[in-house]
């Protein structure tokens, strides 16, 4: 059975919805649930990601996957820099920075044009 995020939690949203929404200019807002810390050499730590419009609405990213023991609506989590990283390379950000401390909250906004702004 499938459950119509709409109208169970319409504070969340899969993936593929929340590229929609980044695209159509809502903000996306990292927020960090954990201390990061340096592991060998990959920064580990908890993000979840939000996305937010002028007018504050929220929505969060959840999973897309049923869970077994009945949950079947989670946030996502990122555990590692690398996996946050990739996933807003992949919604169109060129430039990435990250909250390393609880609490913290950093936020992107896809340009309008691109940044050709580029030493490389």
């Known amino acids: 059975m499938a459950i119509d995020l709409q109208k169970e ?20 807002e990292v927020v960090c649930k954990q201390d990061a810390y340096r592991k060998n050499s990959v920064w580990h730590g ?3 990601l939000r996305a937010v419009n002028e ?3 929220e929505k969060e990213l959840v999973t897309a996957r049923a869970r077994p023991n009945g949950d079947f609506i989670q946030l996502r ?14 919604l169109g950000f060129s430039v990435v920075a990250f909250p390393v401390y ?7 906004t896809l340009a309008d044009m691109p940044d050709d702004d580029s030493d490389g």
């Open 77 to 90: 989590v990122f555990k590692t820099v690398t996996g946050l990283t990739s996933f807003l390379i992949d």
């Open 55 to 57: 007018d504050g609405v």
């Open 102 to 108: 609880e609490g913290q909250r950093w936020t992107y």
């Open 9 to 28: 939690a319409p504070n969340v949203v899969t993936e593929a919805g929340f590229k929609m929404l980044v695209e159509s200019g809502y903000s996306v």
């Open 46 to 48: 908890i993000w979840l």
